[in-house]
């Protein structure tokens, strides 16, 4: 298995890429036919498969950037992630399964910071020849309440 500190290192580098902007390398996170899905908790305990957002592939994740400054109109606004500690455990198949609590914070161009989502990562997670890379990234909010301002991945 590898150490842990491996795993934890690319969780808390992929939500300092989102935190600094650094979106145009959020899909490099993932396999090339990685899932992501934002899910509330009550859709995601019940097995229905309806969710905020969903990406499967890179090339999804890199159209869902790329429309967030062509097409979409938002305000702008900034996060912060704070997380817990990653739960790791291997799965086999060279897989590992992680979970990490998290919170964001936004902050709107107003300078107003707000707690805007709390949830926990689910991962699946493979070992590539750089390093580890998402096969799946499963985001569960716990409230059902969500903005309609979730424009950026989570």
Known sequence: MPDNDV???FLTAYVHDIDDGALE??????????IYQII????????????????QGRGMMSD???AMGSANIFEDHTY?????????????KGE?????????????Q????????????L???????????FVERRVVLESRRVDILLVRPL
């Open 40 to 55: 509330t908790r009550e859709n995601f305990e019940a097995g229905l498969p309806m969710g905020i957002m969903y990406c």
């Open 64 to 66: 869902r950037i790329q």
């Open 7 to 9: 795993i934890e290192a």
């Open 123 to 133: 991962d699946r997670i493979t070992m590539h020849g750089d390093g580890p890379l």
């Open 110 to 121: 107003d300078g107003r910071t707000e707690t805007y989502v709390v949830g926990k990562y």
């Open 96 to 108: 590992y399964q992680a979970r990490t609590n998290f919170t964001v914070f936004r902050t709107m």
């Open 25 to 34: 390398g959020w899909p490099d996170y993932f396999t090339d036919d990685g």
């Open 80 to 92: 912060c992630h704070i997380l817990g500690p990653a739960q790791v455990s291997e799965s086999g």
